[in-house]
């Protein structure tokens, strides 16, 4: 019985540590998800005023010749 309690303590510490580690990357994950939404912000501002005839919202755009 004792070993089996001991065997559960082991894995559970495994466990522990494992959703640490998950925890840690998920939150740098997130972090780096937060840069990158705003570097394509940036870029998407950047363009708009480069060539704003380029970027046409899909209401402005005119339907194919096919319709």
Do not use: C, G, V, W
Request: charged share 30%; glycine share 0%; hydrophobic share 35%.
């Amino acid at each position: 019985m004792d070993e089996r309690i001991e065997a559960l303590q082991i894995s559970f510490m495994h466990q522990e540590e494992t959703i640490e580690r998950l925890s840690h990357e998920l939150h740098k994950q997130q972090q780096e998800n937060r840069l990158l939404l705003l570097r394509l912000e940036k870029l998407e501002q950047r363009l708009q005023t480069l060539a704003p005839s380029i970027i046409a919202s899909q209401a402005e755009e005119t339907p194919p010749p096919h319709y």
